[in-house]
């Protein structure tokens, strides 16, 4: 049988105490850069794209559709588990959850696809840039509302 001293019980609870500590700051200091991050990885692979042209991507994102991120609770919570590579936990959450976080999914992809130059890229492994709005350029494009009879 183990007997436990209580310097071993006491050492015990402080590494429990620092564990919870380091894994809360970890938790808190993820921004939404992070989360949009892993969220685009997931989805398009790995991303060449340097951090000033994601901040601004994000902050056009955010700017755009604010309603759309999650609270901040569960995007650190989410943010985590993708990183862990543990995004398959997103199971577990509430149906209502589990639809917003789908719903942010597909706003974030298609938005990186519309205000990058990801589909313009001549390889992979070029660089992606954010280009911002673009107005339509098409010369045979008819802007104008249909006529009705």
Request: hydrophobic letters at 40%; a positive charge; aromatic letters at 10%.
């Amino acid at each position: 049988m183990i007997e436990v001293t209580r310097r071993s019980a006491l050492a015990i609870m402080a590494g429990g105490v620092a564990s919870t500590g380091v894994a809360y700051a970890a938790v808190s200091s993820f921004s939404d850069e992070d989360l949009i991050s892993v969220t685009l990885e997931k989805y398009l692979g790995r991303l060449n794209i340097r951090k000033e042209h994601l901040e601004q991507f994000v902050l056009e994102f955010r700017n755009r559709n604010p309603w759309i991120f999650p609270s901040e609770k569960l995007s650190n919570a989410i943010t985590l588990l993708e990183t862990a590579k543990l995004g398959r936990a997103r199971e577990l959450l509430p149906r209502q959850k589990r639809r917003d976080l789908r719903h942010f999914d597909r706003w974030v992809v298609a938005e990186f696809h519309m205000l990058t130059d990801y589909a313009w890229r001549s390889s992979p492994n070029d660089p992606i840039r954010f280009t911002g709005w673009q107005s339509c350029t098409n010369p045979f494009a008819t802007l104008d509302p249909p006529q009705s009879a």
